[in-house]
């Protein structure tokens, strides 16, 4: 399991950390953080991965790599 800080997500999605945490209360669908300390978020690379497979397939109404 890899965990990614919200610098990385918002890197990996490509938008400000701004935008990733205005992003991550618009979608409910967005996996939710795991809690590592009392002020550290992280999110399971995979999850967020999964995520961005499902937003491109409901975009395009296809199944992804068929």
């Known amino acids: 399991m890899n965990l990614l800080n919200s610098n990385q997500v918002a890197a990996k ?3 400000t950390k701004g935008a990733f945490y205005q992003l991550k209360h618009r979608e409910a ?8 300390h ?7 690379e995979q999850d967020v991965n999964l995520w961005i497979v499902n937003k ?4 395009y109404g296809e199944s992804v790599g068929a």
């Open 13 to 15: 999605l490509g938008m």
């Open 29 to 36: 669908s967005f996996p939710k953080p795991i809690n590592v």
């Open 38 to 44: 009392q002020k550290t978020l992280r999110w399971d």
């Open 56 to 59: 491109k397939e409901t975009a």
